[in-house]
């Protein structure tokens, strides 16, 4: 096979995206496969764009050779040390996914490959509507209230992310970075991505956690991860809250929670209660 040798995405991959052609090969990727591809292989999918980039890693739109198109995650170079830790990153996230691939509002893992010092594995869906701050922004950025389209996928977002996180925790995993960013919407859905730092608690006697926390988001970040105290479940409740905020901000702009948003909202809880009560009242 030309330098590529195929095995099932349960043999952990081991290795980490150089410029991305189309591998001459017609035969197309299987779902769960992982590819181990020779280090001057070209990859068999080509750019079709950009998504975006995070600290340790390019997410691109790709399409492979039978004209599927998925999104493309791929860690960048590392080297001594941080290579395994990337390594150790990557195949956590693969293998949270794969244990919650059954959930339609949580990304799907199709398939993985390694190729010399790269890591990269293949997404689905490609988020037709990009990603729920983005989402939020444009409709800001709009003057104008929410469609009634976009009206119906913001109001369903609530029960439908909530459904989400409690299959998450149900499966004793914490995804630990939950934030607008991180929830793509892609035919009407609310979706969630992004586990690199997601923990698996499933070998342990319970989800809490103390000491340092290894990164965090600081606006959406529950009070604890922020003071480096006892986290578990109950923080990424927290920080769902707080996109649940940013949605009624948008759905409810006369309210006034959208003055809490350029600060992290642990520190405002005592101000946004209020906000909220008052409302309510009203």
Known sequence: MSGRESKEMQDSPTALPTPIGVDTMSEPIREGQHLDIADRDVLPFKIVKNLGVGGSAVVEMVQDTIGRQFAHKAFRKYYDQRLDKAKQTFRNEVEILKRLSSHSHIIRVFATYTRGRELGMLLMPVADNGDLAAYLQTILDSG???????????ERSFGCLACGLAFIHKHTIRHKDIKPQNILIH????????????????????????????????????????????????????????????????????????????????????????VIHHSSAN
């Open 187 to 274: 035919d009407g859905r609310v979706i969630y991505t992004d586990f690199g730092i997601a923990l698996d608690t499933s070998q342990q006697d319970n989800t809490t956690t103390v000491g340092n926390p290894e990164t965090f988001t600081k606006r959406y970040c529950a009070p604890e991860v922020a003071d480096w105290g006892k986290r578990n479940r109950k923080s990424d409740v927290f920080s769902l809250g707080c996109v649940f905020i940013e949605v009624l901000a948008v759905l409810e702009p006369q309210i006034g929670l959208g003055t809490f948003k350029s600060h992290p909202y642990w520190k405002n809880i005592s101000g946004i209660r209020d």
């Open 144 to 154: 104008n209230s929410p469609t009634k389209e976009q009206n119906i996928i913001l």
